[in-house]
T-cell receptor, first 115, second 111 residues
């Protein structure tokens, strides 16, 4: 079974803090994604990566950056957290080959509260 | 820009009913469509993926169909159970690896 894990289920931070959200997948997937999910707005793509050290902006990259130094790990960074970044953050991964081509597998999510 | 709509937004049915969830998308140039389930406060679980060349996929009591030309997909759930209660999301993959998600249908199956 594909496993996508996220470093924290719940996180509380203060405005202006630097926040790191970590995501690890164990299926050697090439692609990794960060989404945020908000009531009434659905899931929105922040950034994705299709290879180590490669990244592409999604629909809402402002206020975020990402890092992918190893294939299995994709980090989302909030350089200076703001209250409007309070949200549920979901990480996903997918393969570019094989039977599960295109299927995105999601982690359990991190619920971030910025005070 | 691709837009994905799911109707209804919420649905409540008695246990045992067969039901259909709908998903529509505006741009038919898609690579695949995926149905997910999300339980409250949890991540998404992939249910079915239909490639653009396919018409349907089945897994147990679930059957998903795709009509790419009309921009529609349906998720059919047979003999619904209380454990099926969750939010169901559809997502389409267009150019690149990005998914565009619908707003979801919140399903409640009452015992």
């Amino acid at each position: 079974d594909v496993k996508v894990t996220q470093s924290s289920r719940y996180l509380v931070k203060r405005t202006g803090e630097k926040v790191f959200l970590e995501c690890v997948q164990d299926m050697d997937h090439e692609n990794m994604f960060w989404y945020r999910q908000d009531p009434g707005l659905g899931l929105r793509l922040i950034y994705f990566s299709y290879d180590v050290k490669m990244k592409e902006k999604g629909d809402i990259p402002e206020g975020y950056s990402v890092s992918r130094e190893k294939k299995e790990r994709f980090s989302l960074i909030l350089e200076s957290a703001s209250t409007n970044q309070t949200s549920m953050y979901l990480c996903a991964s997918s393969s570019t080959s094989g039977r599960a081509l295109g299927t995105q597998y999601f982690g359990p999510g991190t619920r971030l509260l910025v005070l | 820009k691709q837009e994905v709509t799911q109707i209804p937004a919420a649905l409540s049915v008695p246990e045992g009913e067969n039901l259909v969830l709908n998903c529509s998308f505006t741009d038919s140039a898609i690579y695949n469509l995926q149905w997910f389930r999300q339980d409250p406060g949890k991540g998404l679980t992939s249910l079915l993926l239909i490639q653009s060349s396919q018409r349907e996929q089945t897994s147990g009591r679930l059957n998903a169909s795709l009509d790419k030309s009309s921009g529609r997909s349906t998720l059919y759930i047979a003999a619904s159970q209380p454990g099926d209660s969750a939010t169901y999301l559809c997502a389409v993959r267009g150019a690149g690896n990005m998914l565009t998600f619908g707003g979801g249908t919140r399903l409640m199956v009452k015992p």
